[in-house]
Nanobody, 129 residues
Framework: QVQLVESGGGLVQPGGSLRLSCAAS????????IGWFRQAPGKEREGVAC????????DYADSVKGRFTISRDNANNTVYLQMNNLKPEDTAVYYC??????????????????????WGQGTQVTVSS
């Protein structure tokens, strides 16, 4: 059974940092595109960062460019989202996701939710003083 589990969320002050983890079981993340998404209360889920299956040229939402970094740890079958200089507007539940087919989003990734099939349960990030 394919499962994605996010961790690393928490409460942080503005300007602080967090590193989110997305650990997979039942599939080898190395071969899949990975997307990080977030959903704030009352808002639609939005794409934050993604990396293609080929690992070329990650993509980021404009709101997080220069502050967030997505990376892989193939040895641990885990993908990370390093979040620096966090702002109150980054407060949301963060999810990782993969497409169903490893060849989907292999050469380039997208930040549209409909491109992704398997989702984790989410981890809460709260940025507040």
């Amino acid at each position: 059974q394919v499962q994605l589990v996010e961790s690393g969320g928490g409460l942080v002050q503005p300007g602080g940092s967090l590193r989110l983890s997305c650990a997979a079981s039942g599939l080898t993340l190395e071969y899949y595109a990975i997307g990080w998404f977030r959903q704030a209360p009352g808002k639609e889920r939005e794409g934050v960062a993604c990396i293609s299956g080929k690992d070329d040229d990650p993509d980021y939402a404009d709101s997080v460019k220069g502050r967030f970094t997505i990376s892989r740890d193939n040895a641990n079958n885990t993908v990370y989202l390093q979040m620096n200089n966090l702002k109150p507007e980054d407060t949301a539940v963060y999810y990782c996701a993969t497409p169903e087919d490893p060849m989907s989003l292999y050469y380039y990734c997208e930040l549209w939710t409909h491109d992704y099939h398997t989702w984790g349960q989410g981890t809460q990030v709260t940025v507040s003083s």
